[in-house]
């Protein structure tokens, strides 16, 4: 790829040519304009010439792909900057594994008050366990430690630390050896996040951003809330997020709205909705999803943290007030909680109000036929994960141990919400699974359980308009004239219609089908490599010459 160099201090032409470029207005495309922060023009190489002397820019594509940037619909980038830059297990392949890379990270911080890691998972460990205190204690030197698990809803801990946080052993949720959760999982995440520096903290959003962008990714919806980051982290990264060039960065604050003060509050720290991590119940992994059958390998059905008039009386509220509401839900007893509570704030406030706030939830697993319907009806955006059912699905995985292999295929059933007409919302929960939108994209297309997986075309659509749609934005996410000039460039193979079964598989690369093709997700193959991320007309992120 060459180019001219432009004039910073000016407002950009850029004419884009010479690759393919993925967009609706006109299916051979292979040239684009771009005005400042808008998209000017899309069309076929013929009629670039007409373009090429009025430019301030031109990027010779080389056959590169062009395509909108993704937007990635759940984040919590400070956690997913610390797992960048700090302690992360999620590749320890076995106990004692971990405990060797906790024990040479301690040994590498001897100034860090306490030690922060992520991403044990003991399901995928042959031991089959976490570790226990003792362990950790040993393999720490007795200093303070929290280490979540990679779900991030329980976590274990040092001793040190437990002796920091003041009457934790009598919280709910404690447990003299085993991980934590509930209450004392969140009164020994407020004690070990206190501890970060502002510096610490905006590095590590740095970090997060700065990978966001060197996948192609324009967008993020960051996840936050007291019980999970904290106001000052909030609003730190909103200020990071506008003033430096990176990913635009939507913010959802999780906390019960009960009246207009309530909604301003919200508003005033920046966020678009009291949405996002708003707990209803937990995760499969931690067995704190709520259930209505026990677990399979467990003698409970989890817990809820909220019933359907509290849903009722925060969708209610957030609807009065023109603000988005949303929820994290999981288990089929969750969803079924805010389906109930929805539909009786739809009866307080009306079904049409409610259905054009697009209020949303986090994660829908553990769907049912009614679940899905009500979805539907109540237009509800499904915010969901794909890389969820490629770490835990299938005959073998976590969700088969804890909820038995008959009701482990009915998760994340992505087919049948578009069926239904439910909005679609793909994203990563990072840390909890990677910042990887094609490998999502992967994901949803090649679900675990067949039935359950959609075209690539519809998980693109899913992965870029899709979180544009979700925060009300239906012009943007699609490279079309008058769209954002938000776009990434990217070094892929032949460009191909996949669909996700192969009883109905069309792989074409016939460009009279007029629909564009998309690079070959079938697993095995190498995924596209992302060369620039534009945001707003601002070239974000430039991969190095190789």
Same mark, same amino acid.
């Given at each position: 790829?060459?180019?001219?160099?432009?004039?910073?201090?000016?407002?950009?032409?850029?004419?884009?040519?010479?690759?393919?470029?993925?967009?609706?207005?006109?299916?051979?495309?292979?040239?684009?304009?771009?005005?400042?922060?808008?998209?000017?023009?899309?069309?076929?190489?013929?009629?670039?010439?007409?373009?090429?002397?009025?430019?301030?820019?031109?990027?010779?594509?080389?056959?590169?792909?062009?395509?909108?940037?993704?937007?990635?619909?759940?984040?919590?980038?400070?956690?997913?900057?610390?797992?960048?830059?700090?302690?992360?297990?999620?590749?320890?392949?076995?106990?004692?594994?971990?405990?060797?890379?906790?024990?040479?990270?301690?040994?590498?911080?001897?100034?860090?008050?306490?030690?922060?890691?992520?991403?044990?998972?003991?399901?995928?460990?042959?031991?089959?366990?976490?570790?226990?205190?003792?362990?950790?204690?040993?393999?720490?030197?007795?200093?303070?430690?929290?280490?979540?698990?990679?779900?991030?809803?329980?976590?274990?801990?040092?001793?040190?630390?437990?002796?920091?946080?003041?009457?934790?052993?009598?919280?709910?949720?404690?447990?003299?050896?085993?991980?934590?959760?509930?209450?004392?999982? #969140? +009164?020994?995440?407020? *004690? $070990?996040?206190? /501890?970060?520096?502002?510096?610490? =903290? %905006?590095? &590590?959003?740095?970090?997060? !951003?700065?990978?966001?962008?060197?996948?192609?990714?324009?967008?993020?919806?960051?996840?936050?809330?007291?019980?999970?980051?904290?106001?000052?982290?909030?609003?730190?990264?909103?200020?990071?997020?506008?003033?430096?060039?990176?990913?635009?960065?939507?913010?959802?604050?999780?906390?019960?709205?009960?009246?207009?003060?309530?909604?301003?509050?919200?508003?005033?720290?920046?966020?678009?909705?009291?949405?996002?991590?708003?707990?209803?119940?937990?995760?499969?992994?931690?067995?704190?999803?709520?259930?209505?059958?026990?677990?399979?390998?467990?003698?409970?059905?989890?817990?809820?943290?909220?019933?359907?008039?509290?849903?009722?009386?925060?969708?209610?509220?957030?609807?009065?007030?023109?603000?988005?509401?949303?929820? #994290? +839900?999981?288990?089929? *007893? $969750?969803?079924? /909680?805010?389906?109930?509570?929805? =539909? %009786?704030? &739809?009866?307080?406030?009306? !079904?049409?109000?409610?259905?054009?706030?697009?209020?949303?939830?986090?994660?829908?697993?553990?769907?049912?036929?009614?679940?899905?319907?009500?979805?539907?009806?109540?237009?509800?955006?499904?915010?969901?994960?794909?890389?969820?059912?490629?770490?835990?699905?299938?005959?073998?995985?976590?969700?088969?141990?804890?909820?038995?292999?008959?009701?482990?295929?009915?998760?994340?059933?992505?087919?049948?919400?578009?069926?239904?007409?439910?909005?679609?919302?793909?994203?990563?929960?990072?840390?909890?699974?990677?910042?990887?939108?094609?490998?999502?994209?992967?994901?949803?297309?090649?679900?675990?359980?067949?039935?359950?997986?959609?075209?690539?075309?519809?998980?693109?659509?899913?992965?870029?308009?899709?979180?544009?749609?979700?925060?009300?934005?239906?012009? $943007?996410?699609?490279?079309?004239?008058?769209?954002?000039?938000?776009? &990434?460039?990217?070094?892929?193979?032949?460009?191909?219609?996949?669909?996700?079964?192969?009883?109905?598989?069309?792989?074409?690369?016939?460009?009279?089908?007029?629909?564009?093709?998309?690079?070959?997700?079938?697993?095995?193959?190498?995924?596209?490599?992302?060369?620039?991320?534009?945001?707003?007309?601002?070239?974000?992120?430039?991969?190095?010459?190789?």
């Amino acid at each position: 790829m060459s180019e001219r160099i432009p004039d910073p201090a000016n407002p950009r032409t850029v004419l884009l040519r010479g690759g393919e470029v993925h967009s609706p207005a006109d299916p051979f495309a292979t040239a684009m304009v771009v005005e400042g922060g808008s998209i000017a023009w899309v069309g076929e190489e013929g009629a670039a010439d007409s373009f090429a002397d009025g430019v301030d820019e031109i990027i010779h594509l080389d056959g590169a792909l062009v395509t909108p940037a993704f937007t990635d619909a759940h984040v919590h980038t400070t956690a997913t900057g610390l797992a960048l830059t700090g302690l992360d297990l999620s590749a320890a392949a076995t106990l004692p594994d971990a405990l060797a890379r906790i024990r040479a990270y301690a040994t590498s911080r001897p100034a860090d008050r306490i030690l922060l890691g992520h991403g044990w998972d003991a399901s995928a460990w042959p031991e089959g366990r976490p570790p226990s205190r003792a362990e950790l204690d040993d393999a720490t030197g007795g200093r303070p430690l929290y280490l979540t698990r990679v779900d991030v809803h329980s976590a274990v801990v040092t001793t040190a630390l437990l002796d920091l946080v003041v009457g934790v052993r009598e919280l709910a949720g404690f447990h003299s050896d085993a991980p934590l959760t509930g209450d004392a999982h #969140h +009164a020994v995440r407020q *004690a $070990a996040h206190a /501890t970060i520096t502002p510096a610490q =903290r %905006a590095d &590590a959003q740095a970090a997060a !951003l700065a990978r966001a962008a060197s996948l192609g990714i324009g967008s993020i919806h960051e996840c936050a809330g007291p019980e999970i980051s904290g106001e000052d982290d909030f609003r730190g990264l909103l200020a990071l997020a506008a003033e430096a060039d990176g990913p635009r960065v939507v913010g959802y604050w999780a906390e019960l709205i009960a009246s207009a003060k309530d909604a301003e509050r919200v508003r005033e720290l920046g966020a678009i909705g009291a949405a996002g991590d708003l707990f209803v119940d937990g995760s499969l992994g931690s067995h704190t999803a709520h259930l209505h059958a026990p677990y399979a390998d467990a003698d409970h059905t989890g817990a809820g943290h909220l019933d359907a008039p509290a849903v009722a009386a925060h969708v209610a509220a957030c609807t009065e007030a023109g603000l988005q509401a949303g929820f #994290h +839900a999981i288990g089929d *007893a $969750a969803l079924t /909680t805010v389906v109930d509570g929805v =539909r %009786a704030a &739809a009866d307080r406030v009306g !079904l049409d109000r409610i259905r054009a706030a697009r209020h949303r939830v986090e994660h829908a697993e553990m769907l049912t036929d009614s679940t899905v319907a009500g979805f539907a009806d109540l237009a509800l955006t499904a915010s969901v994960q794909p890389a969820f059912d490629a770490a835990w699905g299938g005959a073998d995985g976590m969700y088969a141990a804890r909820l038995g292999a008959d009701r482990a295929r009915t998760l994340n059933p992505y087919a049948a919400l578009l069926k239904a007409g439910v909005p679609l919302a793909l994203g990563s929960d990072s840390p909890v699974t990677a910042l990887d939108p094609w490998g999502t994209l992967r994901a949803a297309v090649f679900h675990r359980t067949r039935a359950h997986g959609i075209s690539a075309r519809a998980a693109f659509t899913a992965h870029t308009r899709g979180g544009w749609r979700a925060i009300g934005r239906d012009d $943007a996410g699609v490279l079309v004239p008058g769209a954002p000039a938000d776009y &990434a460039v990217w070094r892929t193979g032949d460009l191909i219609v996949q669909a996700p079964d192969e009883r109905v598989e069309r792989w074409s690369t016939d460009p009279r089908s007029g629909t564009p093709g998309l690079p070959d997700l079938t697993p095995g193959n190498d995924l596209p490599v992302c060369l620039r991320t534009v945001v707003g007309g601002r070239t974000v992120f430039r991969r190095p010459i190789e």
